[in-house]
T-cell receptor, first 112, second 112 residues
Framework: DVKVTQSSRYLVKRTGEKVFLECVQD?????MFWYRQDPGLGLRLIYF???????EKGDIPEGYSVSREKKERFSLILESASTNQTSMYLC???????????FGPGTRLTVT | QQQVKQSPQSLIVQKGGISIINCAYE??????FPWYQQFPGKGPALLIA?????SEKKEGRFTISFNKSAKQFSLHIMDSQPGDSATYFC???????????FGQGTRLTINP
């Protein structure tokens, strides 16, 4: 059974703080993704990675960076959190390509 | 051209009725069209997917109908049940692409 875990379910941070969101998958998947989910906007891709140390920008990368030092772990970094980054953040993984993505439960981040 | 437009934003259906959610796209290079189902507090999960070489795919009570000429695809849920109440997302990807483009989501409520 594929499992994608995210480090926190809820997180409250202050404006300007550096924020780390971590995601771990246990199925040796090649691809990992970070999305943010906002009402009425669906899921928007922030960054994805198709191999260790490889990353590609998604549709809304501004204000975010990522790190993938190990195959099973993909981190999302908010260098200086802002209130407009308050959102639900979802991590996903897939064996290869965009197909059959497995999602974690999400982290609801509030920036005050 | 990278967008997938989903409607309606919310839908209420009586138990036993048919739920229909629609998606439209512009990019004719899209060749994979999945639907994801998300329950409250959970990440989305793949429900059913179709490729453009077929016009319909059925899995239990869930059917995708695909109209290539109209660049539209839809999800039909037959005999809708309260347990189907969830948010549904359509998505699309291009051949060779590593990522999905998601629709805006539809919150479906099935009244008992």
């Amino acid at each position: 059974d594929v499992k994608v875990t995210q480090s926190s379910r809820y997180l409250v941070k202050r404006t300007g703080e550096k924020v780390f969101l971590e995601c771990v998958q246990d199925m040796d998947h090649e691809n990992m993704f970070w999305y943010r989910q906002d009402p009425g906007l669906g899921l928007r891709l922030i960054y994805f990675s198709y191999d260790v140390k490889m990353k590609e920008k998604g549709d809304i990368p501004e204000g975010y960076s990522v790190s993938r030092e190990k195959k099973e772990r993909f981190s999302l970094i908010l260098e200086s959190a802002s209130t407009n980054q308050t959102s639900m953040y979802l991590c996903a993984s897939s064996f290869r390509g965009p197909y059959e993505q497995y999602f974690g439960p999400g982290t609801r981040l509030t920036v005050t | 051209q990278q967008q997938v437009k989903q409607s309606p934003q919310s839908l209420i259906v009586q138990k036993g009725g048919i739920s229909i959610i629609n998606c439209a796209y512009e990019n004719t290079a899209f060749d994979y069209f999945p639907w994801y189902q998300q329950f409250p507090g959970k990440g989305p999960a793949l429900l059913i997917a179709i490729r453009p070489d077929v016009s319909e795919k059925k899995e239990g009570r869930f059917t995708i109908s695909f109209n290539k000429s109209a660049k539209q695809f839809s999800l039909h849920i037959m005999d809708s049940q309260p347990g189907d109440s969830a948010t549904y997302f359509c998505a699309a990807s291009m051949k060779g692409a590593q990522k999905l483009v998601f629709g805006q989501g539809t919150r479906l409520t099935i009244n008992p």
